[in-house]
């Protein structure tokens, strides 16, 4: 299973060599945690702004951001993991927003919606689905098109509930996993239903 996965490869008096690796990333992160680098060793994560400009504000961008704005700024970034492209991530921005800000504080969530925004990020919600990759995405993260990969919408709120950003990013289906610490909606006194019947 594993080889069929591409993890591992399997050859006839050599054995079995591992091959890649599933990179654990954080759903309301945007590069894995052990993203940092040593002193004088070259960074794990590359990131590599693509595009950044203003543009007309697509309708479904404007029906997410809730805004009337005529235009939105639009980012495209992609992420390297150790040599090998795990994502590519398209982020809509309000027009007031300072979106040199973004990659300087890609990894931290709050951190980069503070310095784009001028705001302390409130909600954030996240939709995530599985699709064939199309012919440009699956260009720029080197897989074939039609491969599955994960679609990831994050839109993010600042405190007063003003929607500031969406963002749409691809992850390779064959060695990224989303991964999430999820609190119990249960009240901690809640008693099991056996005591006190």
Not at 58 to 80: A, I, S
Not at 88 to 105: G, I, M, W
């Amino acid at each position: 299973m594993l080889a069929e996965e591409g993890l591992v490869r399997r050859e006839p008096r050599h054995g079995t060599s591992v091959t890649g690796r599933i990179v654990q990333i954080p759903m309301n992160q945007a590069v894995p945690p052990e993203a940092g680098s040593e002193a004088g060793v070259a960074p794990r994560v590359v990131i590599t702004e693509l595009e950044r400009q203003l543009v007309d504000c697509p309708p479904v961008v404007r029906e997410r951001l809730e805004t009337p704005d005529l235009q939105v700024w639009m980012l495209e970034h992609l992420v390297v993991f150790d040599g090998r492209p795990i994502s590519l991530r398209v982020t809509y921005c309000r027009e007031s927003a300072q979106p040199d800000a973004l990659v300087d504080h890609f990894g931290d969530l709050a951190a980069a919606f503070m310095a784009v925004h001028d705001e302390v990020m409130g909600d954030c919600s996240t939709t995530i689905e599985a699709i064939p990759c199309g012919a440009a995405a699956s260009e720029t993260l080197a897989v074939e098109a039609g491969s599955p990969i994960l679609l990831q919408e994050l839109l993010l709120r600042d405190r007063g509930g003003t929607a500031r950003e969406v963002s749409y990013t691809h992850f390779r289906g064959d060695c990224v996993a989303l991964s999430a610490d999820l609190v119990s909606a249960c009240p901690r006194d809640l008693k099991p239903c056996h005591e006190g019947a």
